[in-house]
């Protein structure tokens, strides 16, 4: 099969890949792109471990041919460390204690990066819903609410460059 150039923009950075056109994009991620936090957990698209945002919205890495995703604007939890310091999402997660092994929260942190830019004023019940997306072994999900709703009421608060 004859490998295929794509261009990604992954977190600010271009990428120029070759590769098999049924690479899956976790894969050119965390092989050509050499970015791990992306994690591979079921491989079919249920865990949402691997969930990176493709332009903008949530996107299952593990379900997208790399080249698909050619000439895309990809953002993945590496981007969250620019500035030395957590998030406000990340940083409600570790106050409400919404993580322990760590496996399933970058796919969470990207999940809800996403949604809350959408739905700044979520309810428990919608977070669920959401959530229902992303499996998690250790937390038993509760903390998980409770931080992102922290994380929706102090996004709110914080003042608008607007």
Do not use: W
């Amino acid at each position: 099969m004859e490998r295929t150039l794509i261009h990604l923009e992954v977190n600010g950075t271009s990428h120029a890949v070759h590769c098999d056109p049924r690479k899956l994009l976790s894969d050119v991620l965390r092989e050509d792109c050499r970015l791990t936090g992306t994690h591979v957990g079921c491989e079919h698209g249920v865990c949402g471990a691997c969930t990176v945002q493709i332009d903008g919205q949530a996107a299952r890495a593990c379900l997208t041919f790399a080249v698909q995703a050619d000439e895309a604007r990809i953002t993945t939890i590496e981007s969250f460390d620019a500035a030395g310091r957590l998030s406000v999402l990340q940083q409600a997660l570790h106050e409400c204690h919404g993580l322990q092994c760590g496996f399933c929260t970058p796919g969470i942190v990207m999940t809800f990066d996403a949604y809350l830019r959408e739905n700044p004023h979520p309810t428990a019940a919608e977070i669920r819903e959401v959530l229902s997306g992303n499996l998690c072994r250790c937390t038993g999900y509760q903390n998980i609410v409770r931080a992102v709703l922290l994380a929706a009421e102090r996004l709110c608060a914080e003042p608008s460059d607007v």
